[in-house]
């Protein structure tokens, strides 16, 4: 990072894949543009933290629930 974080990012973006995407090949894809996985104690949880190369956070979403799935409703 340019500047140590000391607080919450001003701004948080959540990414989801193009619809009914691959969550692991989008964050293989992000990590190949130089971005990182990171722990922020999430636990098991189906988004991925990750960090662009300046050490802003962001997250990538699991696949959305499809039409008709019990989630969606």
Not at 22 to 51: C, F, K, N, P
Request: net charge negative.
């Amino acid at each position: 990072p340019l500047i140590p974080k000391i607080g919450k990012n001003r701004l948080y973006l959540d990414i989801a894949p193009p619809d009914h995407g691959d969550q692991r090949a989008e964050v293989a894809r992000l990590v190949s543009l130089g971005a990182t996985r990171i722990d922020i104690g999430q636990g098991d949880v189906d988004w991925v933290v990750m960090a662009d190369p300046d050490g802003n956070e962001f997250c990538v979403l699991g696949p959305a629930p499809r039409a008709g799935d019990p989630e969606a409703d």
